[in-house]
Each structure stands twice: as structure tokens, then as C-alpha cells.
């Protein structure tokens, strides 16, 4: 009993002392002439890093840890006002009186004084920044959505952020609330992420922005005088900024300089007209605030920062309604120059998250931390925002194309789940169709069509199984050509044996099906079936191949890449038939079908390759590197003694405008490979060309239908993507918004072939193999992202001049 007394004693005592030290002060900060609100007017404790802010009512709080305590609130262009505050003080209310700016004589030059001014800000700061190596400082952020009519939702934090000269920004994540709506594993409010306008740098949006305190700020930026103000009897500056870099992205607005300091204690700016987004985003317009203060030392550092912005999507017939964002953020009780723990910075992931306080749910912001108030519209939210109130709800589209949208209300035990589904809902819902849906979701249709298989028809089945650590597939099809018809089947059995890991995988495959003479790496077999279906020139030569595939794969930790070993084992016989069907009747007769080296290939590969394999016919940038090397033997059951080596080298280089969100860049393929010994023909490669007009990048746009054949071949593609400057140039000024790209393009190669089988060509059919004889030379110009789908190509072929027109896949990055 005794024992529970104490405890009892100690809770109560333990509440009073913490009730004593964390009191919260509230109050109202107000124009003492007309009455109006000041938002965002700075509230600090005197002589400390102690401080916040006022809503848009003008209204604030802020805890503090003993009394009598000094307040002072300060406001651009009005007298700083002092209060001393006890614990019964009650509401403490500012009113704040205009101040009238004293200064000494100006001398009028012919430079606008904002030169001199921020050219002495400028200097200042290289000198306190120089000893400024890190700060604490416990943060509060708070993110609102909006549509057009009303707020959507609400996520606050309080998290205690970290600044280090050398390594950066962390934050640690201390709690979080949000309007039901938002899951928790939805909030991201934070600060770690936000500007400081003090940087040389900024990233806005993606855009490397020079700061308006940049070592070189004044080569970019125009500063102008535009008024004097004053604040505790010092006089501020008002300046404007502008630019006449008009393909640069920079800041216009407003900043203020505390005269005596030479120091910034506030920006009102946005980013210019070069910091836009091609579509689907029709409008991107941000703004952003923020106040700094010494606290009465050597640094300023940020007080806080307001974004405000608005951001339109649609295309046409699909436009969805305008996204309002707005962002407060405020820093106070900062600690400077103290060493920083290492374990911050161990991890790339700014974020993370304080386990022993991120479920405490309000008391956080309630008890313990300085928080900005919620205006009534906040407050309002808050009560009125429940978790049927979804995003989807609050921005759905118009237009033409919402009517193959199905916006299906499907309600849960909660009563609050919508899903979102595409086109036809058919028969997928409830147990209607589920034995049909069961049979066939791990089904594939295969189709084709070229002048020895003619009509191709067939079904795929792959499926993962204990826990995706095994794989099989299974295909099977029929050919209507060959002469009589012939069916193509086979199966793969996948398995990734390490419990822990994906990193190691082996697979062993067999099939019977019909394979082309020589390798794309642009075009698969469906892919060129379509010019064969209307009559041009078919892409291949073919060949039916009988064997196995075993292939052991590894992904190194730490690389992006991966090694391949592969074993083969084939027959490889010739097909002596070819047929010039077409849909449309055209009169071109198809060239004889190639003869092959008939035999059995016993072979190894090693295969290495580094990248993300994004080559998707040039609609994006790539990094890729890819090198094989491929060994035939007699020893190990072969016909043939060779060793082929091939390599595939992707690589894209910023290059003009890299400040830029789509800086120009340079987009280059080399594709090279040699061989040693007893090539057999079906083991040439081949130089891509264009799919009839269809030209992508890789393949040469000056050359149509039949690629070059090589048992050696060498190429080089390279294009500049100049995106719209061209166009903004020549005075088009929005050209950005409408996404089009102007890319300069070229490319050269050569391939050489066994004259044998040159010789063995003419014997047969009476024409050579298809090779480049000399250098194929093209040099040409695009207009990209047409529509925001397409791209139109003009090439000219250098070494056998001619125009060749054609069309392709957007470069969208």
C-alpha cells in the first residue's frame, strides 16, 4: 500500500513539474491601425533560438519552460514590440504599429544600389556561412490539398531536423497527425526536403536553380531598388528580381535586406517561365516564402517556409481538376556547431522515424512542441474530412475519355473502399467467371506471320510457384507454311535455389520452333509481321531449331549487373520455303528463304551486363553495357569451331542546360562484334534498320526493310536532344509546355561477311547477302513528342544520298 502511495505521489508531482516546465502562450499578432491579421509575423523568446510563427488569422502559440518569460514580435515594415509574460498572463495580443524608414543620404549612380547591396549580402554570407559546419533545430511542417472547392486533406509532422556542412539533411520523425482521409504511411510531411533560399543552389521541382545569394547571383540576376522600409529602427531594403537569362531556370520576386546587417530576412519568389512541364501537366505555378533570423547571433538561418502552388493535368478529353498544394513549415530552437551523431548520415534515406514516440498520437502537438495553429478552415477540415472523402473522389476527371473509366463504389464491412478500374468490368467481379479467370490468367496468345511460318498461332502458360522461387513455362503453336504446316512447342522450368535471395537463378529449356538467321535487337518476330501482312520486304531469314538452354545467372551485391552462363545444345536444320502471300494483294515476290550451315551447336556463353535495360526503342534514356562471349567446339559435340565476342554499349551525357528539369542530353549506341574460326551463317549478326518508316532509335533511319548482315559488324548511333530550346529561341516562348523536342541524329557502320558465303548467295539465288559494302553514312533532324506520342524523322543518307522520312516512338526522357 505504502509502496502505491509513493508511485501515486510521484505521477502527481511528475505532471506538476512538467506542467510547470512546458506551458503553452497563445495570442494574436494585429495591425494596431486597421486590425488586421499579420500572417506569418515572427514570434521568438527573447535572447534565444526559440521561436514560430502566426497563421493566416494573425493568431499563434508557442510552449515555454519557465516564467516570466520576454516575447517579441516582429513584422516587416512595423515597430518590433516586446511583452513580458507571466503564467497568468493569459492570451498575450501584439498590436503592432507601421514604422517610417530614417536613412542617411543616397548617392545616386549610374548603378541601381540593389548591386551594391547584394553584393555586400553576398559577401557577408561567404564570411558567417564560412564557420557555420551544423545545426538541431526541432521542425513543424504542415501539407493541405485542395480542389477547386474546398480542402481534401491535411498531414502535419514535428520532427527534429539535422544539418551538416559536408553530408546534408536527415530528419527524424517524431510524430504525425492527419484528416482521416490519409493513411499515416501516407503523410510525408517534412522539412529536410525544403528550400532554404540562403543555398547558392536550390532543386526546385527538379530544376537546379541558381540562389539569389549565389557567389555568382549577379550574372544572373537583375536587382532593383524598389522600396525602404524599416524594422526596429534599421532600415530593410525591398528589391525586385528579374532575369534576362530567358532559357535559364531562376526565381523572380521579391527579397528584403536588413540594411545595417546586410542579411536576408525574407523572399517572396517563384520560379520563372523556363520552369515548366511538358504534358500531361498543363500548369505549374509555385510560390514560395521564407523569413530568416540571427536569434541574436551570427547565423541566419531559416525561420520558416510557405509554398503555395497550383498544378493542372489533363490531355485531351481527359482533364482532371486543378490541385492546390500549400506548405508551411517553421524551424525553431536551434543548436549550432554541435557534433552530429554518424549514425544519421550512415544511410542515403533522409527520413526516419523515432519508434518510441511516432505513436503517440496528438500529445506531441499538443503538450510539447510549438505548432503553427490551424486557421478555421483547417479546423473545419479536420471535423468535416472523413475516410470516404478519398483522393479520387476529390479529383475526377472530365471529358470524352471518362466515359471508358468505371468508377465502381464497392463497399466493404467499413463501408469505404472505391475502386478504380479500367475499361469493361465484364464478368471479373464476385464468383461469375472465376473457373474461366483461374484457367486463363496464366495464359499468353502467340501470333505471327512471315513468308516461311505464314500464319503462326499459338498459347503460352507461365506460372511462379513456392513463393516465386520456382518457375515454369510451356508454349505450343502451329505454322500454316513450311510447305505442310509443322507445329513449335516447349517448355523452361525456372528456379531461384538461395531462400534469402533472388540473386542466383538457373533455368533449363527445351524447344522446337522456328528461329531467325540472324539476331535484332531492335524488333521482335510479331513485331515485323505487320509490314509482311501488308506486302514489304520481310525483316528475316529463318531456320528451324531443335535443342536445350541451360542458363545459370548471378547478380553481384552492390552492382547493377549481372553475369550468364548458358549452355546449348541444338540442331539446326535449314527451311527450303518461302511464299509471298500478303492482305493486300501487293505484287512483291519475297526473297528465297537463306540456306543455313545445317548441324549441331554444343556451346557456352558468358555473358555480362550492367544497366537498367531500358532501351525501349529510344523513348527513354539509357545506361546500358552488355558484353558475351560465346565458344564453339568439336570437342564438346559441335559442328563448328569458332569464338564469337559481342558488345552493346548504351550511354546518355547531359549537355547543355543541365539546371534544366530535361536537360539537353546526348543519346550514343555503339554495337560491335568479331569472330574467330568456323562462323557458321546463321551465327551472323545483324545492324538494325528501319521497320519500313518506322524508324527508332538504334537503327539506321537512311535504310529500309532488310538489316545488314555481318559475321563482323561495327556501328555507331548517336543523337542530341536539343528539347525546346530551338524553339524558344526563335521566340516561341511556351514551347516547353507543349513537350516538343528538336534532336539532331546520325550514325555510321560497316559489316563484313566470309566471302564463301558471298560466293555461296550468288550460286544459289543470284544476289549476295545484304551488307553495307562500304561505311553507311546518315546524318538527319527530328521533331519529337508530336501529340506527346510520336516523333517525326528526316534522314539523309551520306554515302548514297537520299531523304528518307519516317516516324517513331517519342523520346519522352
Given at each position: 500500500m505504502q509502496k502505491i502511495s509513493v508511485l501515486f505521489l510521484f505521477m502527481v508531482l511528475a505532471g506538476t513539474v512538467q506542467s510547470q516546465a512546458q506551458t503553452q502562450i497563445t495570442g494574436?499578432?494585429?495591425?494596431?491601425?486597421?486590425?488586421?491579421?499579420?500572417?506569418?509575423?515572427?514570434?521568438?523568446?527573447?535572447?534565444?533560438?526559440?521561436?514560430?510563427?502566426?497563421?493566416?488569422?494573425?493568431?499563434?502559440?508557442?510552449?515555454?519552460?519557465?516564467?516570466?518569460?520576454?516575447?517579441?514580435?516582429?513584422?516587416?515594415?512595423?515597430?518590433?514590440?516586446?511583452?513580458?509574460?507571466?503564467?497568468?498572463?493569459?492570451?498575450?495580443?501584439?498590436?503592432?504599429?507601421?514604422?517610417?524608414?530614417?536613412?542617411?543620404?543616397?548617392?545616386?549612380?549610374?548603378?541601381?544600389?540593389?548591386?551594391?547591396?547584394?553584393?555586400?549580402?553576398?559577401?557577408?554570407?561567404?564570411?558567417?556561412?564560412?564557420?557555420?559546419?551544423?545545426?538541431?533545430?526541432?521542425?513543424?511542417?504542415?501539407?493541405?490539398?485542395?480542389?477547386?472547392?474546398?480542402?481534401?486533406?491535411?498531414?502535419?509532422s514535428i520532427s527534429v531536423a539535422y544539418w551538416d556542412k559536408e553530408r546534408g539533411s536527415r530528419e527524424v520523425l517524431k510524430s504525425k497527425r492527419q484528416t482521416a482521409n490519409i493513411d499515416a504511411a501516407d503523410n510525408f510531411a517534412g522539412v529536410s526536403y525544403l528550400p532554404n533560399f540562403y543555398d547558392d543552389n536550390l532543386d526546385i521541382a527538379g530544376f537546379d536553380m541558381v540562389g539569389v545569394t549565389n557567389p555568382d547571383a549577379l550574372k544572373y540576376y537583375e536587382f532593383q531598388l524598389e522600396d525602404i522600409q524599416s524594422l526596429d529602427g534599421q532600415v530593410v531594403y525591398e528589391l525586385?528580381?528579374?532575369?534576362?537569362?530567358?532559357?535559364?531556370?531562376?526565381?523572380?520576386?521579391?527579397?528584403?535586406?536588413?540594411?545595417?546587417?546586410?542579411?536576408?530576412?525574407?523572399?517572396?519568389?517563384?520560379?520563372?517561365?523556363?520552369?515548366?512541364?511538358?504534358?500531361?501537366?498543363?500548369?505549374?505555378?509555385?510560390?514560395?516564402?521564407?523569413?530568416?533570423?540571427?536569434?541574436?547571433?551570427?547565423?541566419w538561418l531559416?525561420?520558416?517556409?510557405?509554398?503555395?502552388?497550383?498544378?493542372?493535368?489533363?490531355?485531351?478529353?481527359?482533364?482532371?481538376?486543378?490541385?492546390?498544394?500549400?506548405?508551411?513549415?517553421?524551424?525553431?530552437?536551434?543548436?549550432?556547431?554541435?557534433?552530429?551523431?554518424?549514425?544519421?548520415?550512415?544511410?542515403?534515406?533522409?527520413?526516419?522515424?523515432?519508434?518510441?514516440?511516432?505513436?503517440?498520437?496528438?500529445?506531441?502537438?499538443?503538450?510539447?512542441?510549438?505548432?503553427i495553429p490551424l486557421d478555421t478552415?483547417?479546423?473545419?477540415?479536420?471535423?468535416?474530412?472523413?475516410?470516404?472523402?478519398?483522393?479520387?473522389?476529390?479529383?475526377?476527371?472530365?471529358?470524352?475519355?471518362?466515359?471508358?473509366?468505371?468508377?465502381?463504389?464497392?463497399?466493404?464491412?467499413?463501408?469505404?473502399?472505391?475502386?478504380?478500374?479500367?475499361?469493361?468490368?465484364?464478368?471479373?467481379?464476385?464468383?461469375?467467371?472465376?473457373?474461366?479467370?483461374?484457367?486463363?490468367?496464366?495464359?499468353?496468345?502467340?501470333?505471327?506471320?512471315?513468308?516461311?511460318?505464314?500464319?503462326?498461332?499459338g498459347i503460352k502458360h507461365e506460372r511462379r510457384y513456392a513463393d516465386n522461387r520456382l518457375s515454369s513455362e510451356v508454349f505450343g503453336g502451329y505454322s500454316t507454311g513450311y510447305g505442310d504446316g509443322t507445329f513449335s512447342y516447349g517448355a523452361k522450368m525456372g528456379w531461384w535455389p538461395l531462400k534469402k535471395t533472388r540473386r542466383f537463378a538457373m533455368s533449363l529449356a527445351y524447344s522446337a520452333t522456328t528461329k531467325t538467321r540472324y539476331n535484332s535487337d531492335m524488333y521482335m518476330p510479331l513485331m515485323t509481321s505487320i509490314p509482311n501482312l501488308f506486302g514489304y520486304a520481310d525483316y528475316f531469314d529463318y531456320y528451324r531449331n531443335e535443342g536445350i538452354d541451360f542458363v545459370a545467372a548471378?547478380?553481384?551485391s552492390g552492382v547493377n549487373g549481372s553475369i550468364r552462363l548458358n549452355y546449348m545444345y541444338e540442331n539446326h536444320e535449314a527451311i527450303n520455303y518461302s511464299n509471298s502471300y500478303d492482305i493486300v494483294g501487293?505484287?512483291?515476290?519475297?526473297?528465297?528463304?537463306?540456306?543455313?550451315?545445317?548441324?549441331?551447336?554444343?556451346?557456352?556463353?558468358?555473358?555480362?551486363?550492367?544497366?537498367?535495360?531500358?532501351?525501349?526503342?529510344?523513348?527513354?534514356?539509357?545506361?546500358?553495357?552488355?558484353?558475351?562471349?560465346?565458344?564453339?567446339?568439336?570437342?564438346?559435340?559441335?559442328?563448328?569451331?569458332y569464338t564469337r565476342f559481342k558488345i552493346d554499349l548504351y550511354r546518355r551525357y547531359e549537355t547543355f542546360y543541365q539546371r534544366r528539369f530535361f536537360p539537353n542530353t546526348l543519346d550514343m549506341r555503339l554495337n560491335a562484334g568479331t569472330y574467330i574460326g568456323d562462323l557458321p551463317i546463321q551465327k551472323n549478326e545483324a545492324l538494325d534498320v528501319a521497320l519500313g518508316v518506322v524508324t527508332p532509335f538504334g537503327a539506321f533511319r537512311a535504310k529500309r526493310f532488310i538489316p545488314y548482315e555481318g559475321a563482323s559488324y561495327v556501328s555507331l548511333n548517336a543523337e542530341h536532344n536539343f528539347k525546346s530550346v530551338p524553339l524558344e529561341m526563335l521566340g516561341w516562348r511556351k514551347a516547353t509546355q507543349t513537350g516538343l523536342s528538336i534532336i539532331a541524329f546520325g550514325g555510321i557502320g560497316r559489316t563484313w561477311v566470309q566471302q564463301e558465303q558471298v560466293d555461296e548467295f550468288n550460286t544459289r539465288y543470284g544476289f549476295p547477302p545484304v551488307t553495307t559494302d562500304d561505311w553507311h553514312m546518315e546524318a538527319g533532324l527530328s521533331l519529337s513528342n508530336i501529340f506527346n506520342l510520336f516523333r517525326a524523322d528526316v534522314a539523309y543518307r551520306i554515302d548514297n544520298p537520299g531523304v528518307y522520312v519516317g516516324i517513331s516512338v517519342a523520346r519522352f526522357f
Open positions: 494574436k499578432i494585429v495591425d494596431a491601425e486597421t486590425g488586421d491579421p499579420l500572417p506569418a509575423a515572427h514570434i521568438i523568446v527573447k535572447d534565444t533560438y526559440r521561436g514560430t510563427i502566426s497563421n493566416r488569422d494573425g493568431e499563434f502559440s508557442i510552449i515555454v519552460r519557465e516564467f516570466p518569460v520576454t516575447l517579441v514580435a516582429r513584422f516587416i515594415g512595423f515597430e518590433s514590440q516586446e511583452k513580458v509574460v507571466n503564467q497568468d498572463s493569459g492570451p498575450v495580443d501584439f498590436l503592432l504599429k507601421p514604422s517610417v524608414a530614417t536613412m542617411g543620404e543616397i548617392v545616386v549612380t549610374g548603378e541601381d544600389p540593389a548591386i551594391a547591396i547584394m553584393r555586400e549580402v553576398i559577401r557577408r554570407k561567404k564570411t558567417w556561412r564560412a564557420s557555420l559546419e551544423t545545426y538541431k533545430a526541432e521542425a513543424y511542417t504542415r501539407q493541405q490539398v485542395k480542389n477547386d472547392t474546398s480542402i481534401v486533406s491535411i498531414s502535419e525586385s528580381v528579374t532575369s534576362d537569362r530567358k532559357l535559364q531556370p531562376l526565381f523572380e520576386g521579391t527579397i528584403f535586406v536588413l540594411g545595417e546587417e546586410y542579411a536576408l530576412l525574407e523572399v517572396d519568389l517563384k520560379p520563372n517561365s523556363v520552369v515548366v512541364f511538358p504534358p500531361p501537366v498543363q500548369d505549374f505555378n509555385l510560390t514560395y516564402s521564407q523569413q530568416f533570423s540571427n536569434f541574436g547571433g551570427d547565423y531559416p525561420v520558416d517556409v510557405r509554398i503555395e502552388g497550383l498544378i493542372e493535368v489533363g490531355l485531351v478529353g481527359l482533364r482532371f481538376p486543378p490541385i492546390g498544394f500549400k506548405q508551411v513549415a517553421k524551424m525553431n530552437n536551434y543548436e549550432v556547431n554541435l557534433d552530429l551523431p554518424d549514425s544519421l548520415f550512415k544511410k542515403e534515406n533522409r527520413f526516419t522515424v523515432d519508434s518510441t514516440t511516432i505513436n503517440s498520437g496528438d500529445s506531441l502537438f499538443v503538450n510539447e512542441i510549438d505548432i478552415q483547417e479546423e473545419m477540415a479536420y471535423e468535416k474530412v472523413d475516410s470516404n472523402a478519398t483522393l479520387e473522389k476529390a479529383f475526377k476527371p472530365t471529358g470524352f475519355f471518362t466515359r471508358f473509366i468505371d468508377w465502381e463504389e464497392e463497399t466493404e464491412s467499413d463501408g469505404s473502399s472505391t475502386t478504380v478500374s479500367a475499361g469493361s468490368s465484364g464478368n471479373s467481379g464476385g464468383n461469375n467467371g472465376s473457373f474461366f479467370t483461374k484457367l486463363t490468367r496464366n495464359l499468353s496468345p502467340q501470333a505471327r506471320f512471315n513468308r516461311v511460318d505464314v500464319f503462326y498461332g548471378y547478380r553481384p501487293r505484287d512483291l515476290i519475297q526473297r528465297p528463304n537463306s540456306y543455313i550451315d545445317e548441324g549441331t551447336l554444343s556451346a557456352v556463353r558468358l555473358t555480362f551486363s550492367n544497366g537498367e535495360d531500358r532501351k525501349a526503342l529510344g523513348a527513354i534514356g539509357a545506361d546500358d553495357f552488355s558484353i558475351s562471349v560465346e565458344q564453339s567446339a568439336k570437342a564438346i559435340g559441335s559442328s563448328w569451331d
